[in-house]
C-alpha cells in the first residue's frame, strides 16, 4: 500500500490567482496522476506526471492552466492557475499498481 | 455516450437487504475493471476488482460480462457501513498505464435500520 499525504486539504482563493497542490508518498513511484473530482461528479484523470519528464495531459486539459512538477519518486505538485469559479473542486493525487490505485485526500479548493 | 455509465441511484436499502448495481462500458478494449468506494468527503478505495470467473469478497460478489461489457457488485445482507458511493472504474489501457483510470459517475447507496 501507499500513504499519500496533500497540502494544503483546503483553501479558499480569489478568481485571478493561482494555488499549487503539493502531493507527498510515503515511497517511490514512477507515476503519479492527478484527478479532478467536481461537485456532485465523479473522478476525471487530468494529467500523469513522471519524473524527469513533462507531464502528460488528458484531452481538456492544459499546461498552461495546470502545471504539473515532479522533482523526484516522492513528490508532486499541481498548480491551478488563473482560476475562475469553475476551477472550484477536489484535487486528488493518485499512485499505485495494476492492481490497485491509492488516492491521497484531495485537496478542496473554492474559487470565488 | 458516457465511457462509463452507471445508475446514479439513489438507492435506498434495508438493513440486511440485497442490492445490485450495474455499470456498462464504452471501450471494448478496456484491460482492468474495479468497484471503489466513496464516502462522503474522503478519497476513493479499492473494494474489490472484477474479473470475468466472477469474484467474490464475503457479502461482495461482482461479476464481468466482456461481451455485453457490462460490470456489476452485488451486496449481501446490507450494513449500515455500506452506505456510501460506489464508483464503477475502468482502465481503458493496457502496459505501464494503469493508473489512467475511468470512473462511472458513482452510484449512491443508503442502508437505514
Known amino acids: 500500500s501507499a500513504v499519500i499525504s496533500q497540502k494544503p486539504s483546503r483553501d479558499i482563493c480569489q478568481r485571478g490567482t493561482s494555488l499549487t497542490i503539493q502531493c507527498q508518498v510515503d515511497?517511490?513511484?514512477?507515476?503519479m496522476f492527478w484527478y479532478r473530482q467536481q461537485p456532485g461528479q465523479s473522478l476525471t484523470l487530468i494529467a500523469t506526471?513522471?519524473?524527469?519528464?513533462?507531464?502528460?495531459?488528458e484531452s481538456g486539459f492544459v499546461i498552461d492552466k495546470f502545471p504539473i512538477s515532479r522533482p523526484n519518486l516522492t513528490f508532486s505538485t499541481l498548480t491551478v492557475s488563473n482560476m475562475s469559479p469553475e476551477d472550484s473542486s477536489i484535487y486528488l493525487c493518485?499512485?499505485?499498481?495494476?492492481?490497485?490505485?491509492?488516492f491521497g485526500p484531495g485537496t478542496r479548493l473554492t474559487v470565488t | 455516450r458516457k465511457e462509463v455509465e452507471q445508475d446514479p441511484g439513489p438507492f435506498n436499502v434495508p438493513e440486511g437487504a440485497t442490492v445490485a448495481f450495474n455499470c456498462t462500458y464504452s471501450?471494448?478494449?478496456?484491460?482492468?475493471f474495479f468497484w471503489y468506494r466513496q464516502d462522503c468527503r474522503k478519497e476513493p478505495k479499492l473494494l474489490m476488482s472484477?474479473?470475468?470467473s466472477g469474484n467474490e469478497d464475503g457479502r461482495f460478489t461482482a461479476q464481468l460480462n466482456r461481451a455485453s461489457q457490462y460490470i456489476s457488485l452485488l451486496i449481501r445482507d446490507s450494513k449500515l457501513s455500506d452506505s456510501a458511493t460506489y464508483l464503477c472504474?475502468?482502465?481503458?489501457?493496457?502496459?505501464?498505464?494503469?493508473?489512467?483510470?475511468?470512473f462511472g459517475q458513482g452510484t449512491i447507496l443508503t442502508v437505514h435500520p
Open positions: 493518485s499512485v499505485g499498481t495494476f492492481y490497485e490505485q491509492y
Open positions: 506526471a513522471n519524473q524527469g519528464s513533462e507531464a502528460t495531459y
Open positions: 472504474v475502468v482502465n481503458p489501457e493496457s502496459g505501464t498505464s494503469y493508473g489512467k483510470l475511468t
Open positions: 472484477v474479473y470475468s
Open positions: 515511497s517511490q513511484v514512477t507515476m
Open positions: 471501450n471494448s478494449a478496456s484491460q482492468s
